[in-house]
């Protein structure tokens, strides 16, 4: 299995949920998974959930990497993961990242959020993260 990861380059998503307009943070993360050897699709700012999973069908990611600044973590967060798993992509790796505080992380997680990242994790942690737990995605 770890062989046919290393023939293609791990694909990551980045997506700003709901109508957080601070982005920074996700094209910062998204340039640095490039340097660091992911392919990288960032969708830009004010995505739906829906928008969010049909990118990620599209582009055939690995991971989806939620930026999350605006508190509506509780609410968009779950329903990012419910339309991965609609669209046939609960293999998908889903990441949050941005202010999101310690007790809310295990609802995320229940909702089926893998990790959050918090402010000051640095690029080369997330990446080994993802190097680590990104499971092969079943072709059809």
């Known amino acids: 299995m770890i062989g046919a990861m290393t023939e293609r380059r791990i694909r990551v998503l980045i997506a700003k949920p709901g109508l957080d307009g601070h982005d920074r943070g996700a094209k910062v993360l998204a340039r640095g998974l490039r340097d660091e050897g992911f392919e990288v699709v960032y969708t830009g700012l004010r995505q739906t959930p829906e928008m969010i999973a049909s990118a990620a069908l599209q582009e055939d990611v ?12 509780m609410t968009l967060v779950p329903r990012v993961c ?5 669209e046939g992509l609960g293999d998908v790796l889903v990441t949050a990242g941005g202010i ?7 609802a995320l997680r229940e909702a089926g959020v893998d990790r959050v990242f918090g402010p ?4 080369g942690e997330v990446a080994e993260y993802l ?6 995605r079943e072709t059809a």
């Open 62 to 73: 690995d991971v989806v990497g939620l930026s999350i600044l605006s508190g509506a973590h």
């Open 82 to 86: 419910r339309a991965l798993r609609d």
């Open 100 to 106: 999101i505080p310690d007790d809310d992380v295990p």
């Open 120 to 123: 000051g994790t640095t690029i």
């Open 131 to 136: 190097r680590a737990n990104v499971r092969p």
